[in-house]
Nanobody
Framework: DVQLVESGGGSVQAGQSLRLSCVAS??????MGWFRQAPGKERAAVAA????????YVADSVKGRFTISQDEAANTLYLQMNNLLPEDTAMYFC????????????WGQGTQVTVS
C-alpha cells in the first residue's frame, strides 16, 4: 500500500518560512506534488516535481516564494515556503501518481499552515 505522510505545518507570521515534508512508502515513481485547500475554496495545485523528466511546476501565486524538491534516496518530497502570506493559509496535501497517469491517486492526510 502507498502511504504519504506530511509534516512541517504550523502557525507563523507573515514573512516567515516553513518547510513541508512528505515521506512516501510503497511508492517510488517520483511523480509527486503539493496541493492546498483553504476553507470554502477548492483544492488547488501548488507545485509538482517529476524526477524522471526533471520537470517542475510551481503555481503563479507562489512562484518566487515556494520551492519544490525531492530526495529520491529518502523517498521524500519537500516544499520550502518563504515569505509566507496570510493568503497561503490552507491545509496542504502531498499527492503522488503513477507517472503515466494524468491524475493523482495517492493522497496524504494533510498538514495545516496558518499565516497571520
Amino acid at each position: 500500500d502507498v502511504q504519504l505522510v506530511e509534516s512541517g505545518g504550523g502557525s507563523v507570521q507573515a514573512g516567515q518560512s516553513l518547510r513541508l515534508s512528505c515521506v512516501a512508502s510503497g511508492y517510488s515513481d517520483g511523480c509527486m506534488g503539493w496541493f492546498r485547500q483553504a476553507p470554502g475554496k477548492e483544492r488547488a495545485a501548488v507545485a509538482a516535481h517529476y524526477t524522471g523528466t526533471a520537470t517542475t511546476y510551481v503555481a503563479d501565486s507562489v512562484k518566487g516564494r515556494f520551492t519544490i524538491s525531492q530526495d529520491e534516496a529518502a523517498n521524500t518530497l519537500y516544499l520550502q515556503m518563504n515569505n509566507l502570506l496570510p493568503e497561503d493559509t490552507a491545509m496542504y496535501f502531498c499527492a503522488a501518481k503513477p507517472c503515466a497517469n494524468e491524475s493523482y491517486i495517492y493522497w496524504g492526510q494533510g498538514t495545516q499552515v496558518t499565516v497571520s
